[in-house]
């Protein structure tokens, strides 16, 4: 008989409020040993952007902006704070779409997301004139967790996913994908392989991080201060120079664009 499929997404708690410089890895590690689920080899662990970025000090505060006047113009026909609009243009590698009717701007990010403000925001921050900037390279900010991991456990190996909320093109809503990724395939690949009727499937590749990020935001939640999930079950595919790359559709192939 076969095993039945199972995962268990466990929130992290007792992880503290960060103010930069920490090594996110011990205190991850430390605090999953203090609520009694120690890592084990092959967990998953999905960790919000906010404690990333607080962490390697994205932090920006916005009085220290001086607003071109692009983005004097788009604020004052949307009653935007100019200083904010500037800094969305300062991350941005290209801008999608500015909608002066909503107030958004659409824009591909130098990690090559396309979302709206460039990710940036401010909950979860301290100060109205504070925002937070998406981790400058979240690949590499999600090796060094994995490492600082492996380091302080004595060798614990982990996959790890660096999440964020985005909206969603033809649905409503938001969810949560994955930005960055070490040490697992961030797709799970079906293609060559047979459906249960027998048939070759050809198309079918699974955004196997984005699923993992979008179900460890069941117990993070935005506003209950548990920043860390694991997940335990998942075989995912081992790779160890992993990246978020396979992930970020290619710009001939957008329809939005």
């Given at each position: 008989?076969?095993?039945?499929?199972?995962l268990?997404?466990?929130g992290?708690?007792?992880?503290?409020?960060?103010?930069?410089?920490e090594s996110l890895?011990?205190?991850?590690?430390?605090?999953?040993?203090?609520q009694g689920?120690?890592?084990?080899?092959?967990?998953v662990?999905?960790?919000t952007?906010?404690?990333?970025?607080k962490?390697?000090?994205?932090l920006v505060?916005l009085?220290s902006?001086?607003p071109?006047?692009?983005?004097?113009?788009?604020a004052?026909?949307?009653?935007k704070?100019?200083?904010l609009?500037?800094?969305?243009?300062?991350?941005?590698?290209?801008?999608?779409?500015?909608?002066?009717?909503?107030?958004?701007i659409?824009s591909?990010t130098?990690?090559g997301?396309v979302?709206?403000?460039?990710?940036?925001?401010?909950?979860n921050?301290?100060?109205?004139?504070i925002?937070?900037l998406?981790?400058e390279?979240s690949?590499?900010s999600?090796?060094?967790?994995?490492?600082?991991?492996?380091?302080?456990t004595?060798?614990t190996?982990v996959?790890?996913?660096?999440s964020d909320?985005?909206?969603?093109?033809?649905?409503?809503g938001?969810?949560?994908i994955a930005i960055?990724?070490?040490?697992?395939n961030?797709?799970?690949?079906y293609?060559g392989?047979?459906?249960?009727n027998?048939?070759?499937?050809k198309v079918?590749?699974?955004a196997a991080?984005?699923?993992?990020a979008a179900?460890?935001e069941?117990?993070t939640?935005k506003?209950?201060?548990v920043?860390?999930?694991?997940?335990?079950?998942?075989?995912?595919?081992p790779?160890?120079d992993?990246?978020?790359?396979p992930l970020i559709?290619?710009?001939?192939?957008?329809m939005?664009?």
């Amino acid at each position: 008989m076969s095993s039945v499929p199972r995962l268990e997404v466990i929130g992290i708690t007792g992880i503290p409020e960060l103010t930069g410089g920490e090594s996110l890895g011990s205190l991850i590690a430390d605090a999953a040993q203090a609520q009694g689920t120690p890592l084990q080899d092959g967990d998953v662990l999905v960790v919000t952007q906010k404690i990333v970025s607080k962490a390697e000090f994205r932090l920006v505060d916005l009085s220290s902006i001086e607003p071109s006047p692009l983005a004097v113009n788009f604020a004052d026909e949307t009653q935007k704070d100019p200083r904010l609009v500037e800094l969305v243009l300062r991350e941005s590698k290209s801008v999608v779409r500015m909608d002066s009717e909503r107030g958004i701007i659409i824009s591909e990010t130098r990690h090559g997301f396309v979302c709206a403000n460039a990710g940036i925001d401010n909950s979860n921050v301290p100060g109205d004139d504070i925002v937070c900037l998406l981790p400058e390279d979240s690949d590499r900010s999600a090796r060094t967790i994995r490492e600082e991991i492996k380091h302080v456990t004595g060798g614990t190996d982990v996959a790890i996913v660096i999440s964020d909320t985005f909206g969603r093109a033809w649905r409503d809503g938001h969810a949560n994908i994955a930005i960055g990724v070490a040490g697992m395939n961030p797709v799970k690949d079906y293609r060559g392989t047979l459906d249960v009727n027998g048939m070759v499937l050809k198309v079918t590749t699974i955004a196997a991080a984005d699923e993992l990020a979008a179900a460890a935001e069941l117990v993070t939640a935005k506003a209950i201060q548990v920043p860390v999930a694991l997940i335990r079950g998942y075989d995912y595919e081992p790779i160890e120079d992993a990246t978020i790359a396979p992930l970020i559709r290619e710009r001939s192939k957008d329809m939005f664009r």
